[in-house]
């Protein structure tokens, strides 16, 4: 499949005039697709009822006349004013009790019923009227699920919707009560009716009672995304896609990609640098205009998988955006690269945001492709460079993973429930391991907790997994790799409880975290011949194999050759020294790269990525800063 590009694009924010000129600029910038329609609902029905689907109408097709394929967005993260005066209590309330109120975005609950119904009402008005449309291509549901924290409410609407799905789980209010511990502090129920939303507590609510919430706002999250789904397959062909987002863990991604046929994501790394990342300041600084070297890839990866292969960009960082705490502008060449590097990773392709940069509202001093006088930006040289690149390279496809990461959306909130350490938090763990199977050189697979075959590995990280899944168990039953599970992995039960036979519970292994301690962050674990804990750190005990030890003589990693417990959270040059000495056990080449450098390996070629703000070189060849290389593979 060609890798092509795109662009977001708001007709309705520009004069009709200006639209076919747009639309051949964009075709002559060697864009193929342009997103519309998923902020337009105001336009689209200006009161209740009242449908203009007009302005949409000729905005289609002038367009798909130019040659450009359309993805359609349904416009339901931004309900009109009119939907909240006919649905008062549709609105989302915050974790202080505190109603979050229409003049933004996003502004809705995901449990109210009425606005769900509207939700389904207008996805099959806009699937009836451009289901069969010729250049309708694909479209996206919704937008940035979760965005501005938006998942969870504590709204009537939730608390009902709550008690529901607490009585259709448990069955009786004796259930809950055991399967939660409600004999402590008294918290046991007499009916389901009297179970409460977690918040506003007088300490920190019960951690499964906060588990249970947490589950039950994804599968409305869910629910919500399927409900259109069914509505537009009625009536289209073309792909449903949704737009995810970056270190986003509030809702189960791998639930809601089963419902849809692509997944993409939005990728802002210098906004994510900023804004979400850890990182030491000398760190930040090295990457202010570039973004941090692993997180697009992490995304790439992870987006790939719970699209079942099928990956986008549909938001690409195209200059400065408007909403982390500081907005540097790219490093020239970085747009480039971050297309290239989600191309090398198995997109299928990569839109920008925005088309023209909009000189009103909240997101004014989000850069795009043109300025807002119409001259062009920056970006638009790098996406033209790129459009001719694509032409001239054939298709590279996606290659073989070395390695795996197990990723779980349930563990995220489970720790966030109980976090036991201040900065303890599952998709940190995680990222950290990923880096350091980056670091070697590694391509990498990111596989759902549910995942029932390894086979195809020879090396698998599960850091941090809650309670193993039984398919998972029984891979790992079956792996002839090397797995390293831990730190913080099946030490619990579904129910965030300690299991009575304390976990890790593998198959054959006599291991057991018998002490848990989390470590403040001017405090570590060191190992005998180097190497360092952080943050976490359990005490093991049993009779398994020791393959390495602290420097006081407690194990730090136990277990067999094909399974294998990590006794905490190592720094980057542990987590390195740890997947070099399993690569080399199992004859899995690994590349020492130049700090900055990054390398993916697809069918046909390497590509190398200098994230740095300096020249490297490679093999003999400079790479500028913000550069991208790439050569075929022998």
Partial sequence: MKRTLGVCYYPEHWPEAQWSTDASQMVAAGLTWVRIGEFGWSRMEPSPGQLNWNWLDRAIDVLGKAGLKIILGTPTATPPRWMIDKHPDMLAVDADGRTRKFGSRRHYDFSHLGYREECKRIAQLMGERYGRNPHIAAWQIDNEYDCHETTLSYSNAARHGFQDWLAQKYQSPDALNRAWGNVFWSMEYDSFDQVDLPNLTVTEANHPHQLAFRRYSSDQVVAFNKLQAVELRKHSDAPLIHNYMGRITAFDHWKVGADLDIASWD????????????????????????????????????????????????????????????????????????????????????????????????????????RPDSAPAPALAEARQVADEIASLPHVGTAKAQAALVFDYESAWGWDAQPQGADFEMFRLAFAAYCGLRRAGLNIDILPPETADLSGYKLVL???????????????????????????????TPELSIPTSLGPNLDGLDITVALTESLPPDDGIAWQNGGRFLHWFEHLEGTAEIFAKTQSGQPAIMGKPQVRYLAGWPDDATFDQIIRSLCEEHGIEITELREGLRIRDTETHRFIFNYANHPLTWNGTQIPAAGVYWEPLS
């Fill in 462 to 492: 599960a850091p941090g997994i809650m309670s193993l899944s039984d398919p998972l168990r029984a891979a790992l039953a079956r792996f002839e790799g090397t797995a390293l599970l831990g730190p913080r992995t099946d030490t619990k």
């Fill in 267 to 370: 990728s802002y790394p210098i906004g994510f640098l900023s804004d979400r990342l850890e990182g030491s300041p000398a760190f930040k600084q090295a990457y202010l205009r570039q973004g941090h070297p692993d997180n697009q890839a992490f995304h790439h990866d992870l987006y790939r998988a719970v699209g079942k292969g099928r990956l986008w960009v549909m938001e690409q960082q195209p200059g400065p955006v408007n909403w982390a705490p500081y907005n540097p502008a790219p490093l020239p060449g970085m747009v480039r690269l971050w297309t290239w590097e989600a191309f090398a990773h198995g997109a299928e392709t990569v839109c920008y945001f925005r088309w023209r940069q909009a000189p009103f509202a909240q997101e004014q001093l989000h850069a795009g492709l043109l």
